[in-house]
């Protein structure tokens, strides 16, 4: 008989044990979506906020429109809690529904062509779209100094920026380029023309962050966000240079937004 209650006795304790440890990893955890190591300090954010708070927070890979993809077609189970985008998807999110209203301590104080007036986004920074540049990989080459540098047949082959299609980066660097050129968001026709020409030089469109291969001058010069190549100057004190291009440019403000249904949802907001 003790032999029978000492059993249950252990029995429970696993059990308890196995409901106190899901219980608390569900409490700890929060899923962020579209937060590189490498973009825009996201991994020393992220594990701060860990250090701070106990609260596991993984980085995600994903880009703007990866991750508006992944919310759709996760809406009636959401996987993610936060989702960081590129301002031009905040309407896109919000008419899909994929986000619930939540606004954090300075909302009221924010301008309200950077937010949602609901509160289901709120712009967190911006950035500048800025030809980057490895100067130890471009090697006896001029440092290009504007967009029209960049057709030069000498940097054929190394050039990048992220896909326009889906990274939110890469959208802002076509509408940049556009407005550079005298056109406007009616009026696409100089980006067109812009860009034929720029694939003469062969460039290169990938979908994910780009930063590491800039700093190991695999992609010798890339358009992208000027705090990105600030980052690899000063803090990784790599061979980079920050060109705002003499045509001009475009400020980008950057969002974050709480997940509809989002499954840590008090951790998200801790965020």
């Given at each position: 008989?003790k ?24 409490m ?6 579209n937060?590189p190591?490498n ?14 708070t106990?609260i ?12 508006l ?30 986000l619930?209203?939540?606004k954090p ?6 301008d ?15 950035g ?30 190394m050039?990048g ?15 940049a ?9 009616d ?23 780009s ?10 010069i ?7 190549g600030?980052?690899?100057?000063y803090?990784?004190?790599g061979?980079?240079e920050?060109?705002i ?22 951790n998200?907001k801790?965020?």
């Amino acid at each position: 008989m003790k032999s029978a209650r000492k059993q249950m006795l252990i029995s429970s304790l696993i059990v308890l044990a196995v409901l106190f440890t899901a219980n608390w990893t569900a409490m700890a955890r929060v899923v962020t979506y579209n937060t590189p190591q490498n973009w825009v300090n996201w991994g020393d954010v992220l594990k701060e906020f860990s250090r701070e708070t106990r609260i596991t927070a993984p980085n995600d890979n994903k880009n703007s429109g990866q991750s508006l993809t992944a919310l759709i077609a996760e809406k009636n189970r959401p996987v993610a809690d936060v989702v960081y985008l590129g301002i031009a998807f905040g309407p896109q999110a919000v008419e899909q529904g994929v986000l619930q209203s939540y606004k954090p301590a300075g909302f009221d104080g924010i301008d309200p062509a950077l937010k949602d007036e609901n509160g289901l986004y709120t712009a967190i920074h911006y950035g500048s779209v800025a030809i980057l540049v490895n100067t130890e990989a471009l090697g006896d080459r001029p440092i290009p100094q504007s967009w029209d540098d960049l057709l030069d047949p000498t940097y054929n082959g190394m050039i990048g920026m992220l896909d326009p299609t889906s990274a939110a980066i890469g959208y802002s660097v076509c509408i940049a380029i556009n407005e550079a050129m005298g056109g406007s968001l009616d009026n696409f026709d100089p980006a067109f023309e812009y860009f034929t020409k720029l694939n003469a030089n062969n460039v290169i469109y990938p979908k994910q962050t780009s930063t590491a291969k800039l700093m190991k001058g695999e992609i010798p010069i890339l358009i992208d966000a000027d705090f990105n190549g600030y980052g690899l100057k000063y803090d990784q004190y790599g061979p980079i240079e920050v060109v705002i291009p003499q045509e001009g440019s475009l400020k980008i403000p950057y969002i974050i937004g709480l997940v509809n249904g989002a499954p840590n949802e008090e951790n998200g907001k801790r965020l």
